[in-house]
C-alpha cells in the first residue's frame, strides 16, 4: 500500500450494528404447513444472502451502519396416496421474499455525495429485490435401505429495483427462472 498523510491517518473508526428475527412454522393441518421469517436491523446486509451493505464511510471516514430488512412467507402442502407400497409423496410450495435497503449517504464540503442510494449512485445499489416461488417435489420411490427417487420442478419470478435510474435504463430488472432435478 501507498501511505499517504491525511487528517484522518492513524484513527479508528467504529460503528455498532445488530439485528433481530421473528420465524414460525404453524402446521394449520396434518399436511399444510405456513411459514414466516423476518430479519430487520442495521450493519448486517451480509446476512441477507450478500444483497446489502453493513456499512457506508462518511467524508469525514467515521463509519455508518446501513439499515436493512427482509423476510419469507410461505405455505407447503404434501400428501400421500393411501395405496402407497412404494412410499410416494407429493410436496407442493410456494413462497414470497423481500429485501429492502435503506439509503444512506453524506456529502463533502464540496457537495459531492458519497454512500448507498443516493441520486447517482451505482446501479447495483438495491432499494429492493422481490421473489415469488412455486414448486412441485414428487417422490416417485422410497426405500429405507436404499434412499429415494425424486423429481423437483420449480418457479421463480425475481424483480430487482435500485435505488438510483440512469436516464434512458430500465427502471428495474425482471427475471423469470425454472428448475428441475
Known amino acids: 500500500s501507498t501511505a499517504t498523510t491525511t487528517e484522518y491517518s492513524g484513527k479508528k473508526n467504529y460503528a455498532s ?3 433481530g428475527d421473528a420465524t414460525g412454522v404453524f402446521d394449520v393441518t396434518k399436511n399444510f404447513r405456513l411459514i414466516a421469517t423476518s430479519f430487520f436491523g442495521t450493519g448486517i446486509g451480509r446476512y441477507i444472502q450478500g444483497l446489502a451493505p453493513d456499512l457506508v464511510v462518511k467524508p469525514n471516514g467515521q463509519i455508518s451502519t446501513v439499515n436493512t430488512a427482509s423476510g419469507i412467507g410461505g405455505f407447503e402442502y404434501s400428501f400421500k396416496p ?4 412404494t412410499n410416494r409423496e407429493t410436496l407442493i410450495y410456494s413462497y414470497y421474499g423481500g429485501v429492502y435497503v435503506d439509503r ?3 456529502a463533502d464540503a464540496a457537495g459531492k455525495l458519497s454512500g448507498y442510494g443516493f441520486s447517482g449512485s451505482a446501479g447495483s445499489n438495491n432499494r429492493s429485490i422481490q421473489e415469488a416461488t412455486i414448486g412441485l417435489t414428487q417422490t416417485l420411490w422410497k426405500n429405507p435401505t436404499y434412499g429415494d427417487l425424486k423429481l423437483m420442478t420449480q418457479y421463480s419470478y ?4 435500485p435505488w438510483y435510474v440512469a436516464t434512458g ?4 430488472a ?3 427462472m425454472v428448475f428441475m432435478n
Open 104 to 106: 444512506n449517504y453524506f
Open 17 to 19: 450494528g445488530g439485528g
Open 174 to 176: 425482471d427475471l423469470h
Open 82 to 85: 393411501k395405496d402407497n407400497p
Open 169 to 172: 435504463a430500465p427502471g428495474h
Open 158 to 161: 425475481l424483480t430487482r429495483n
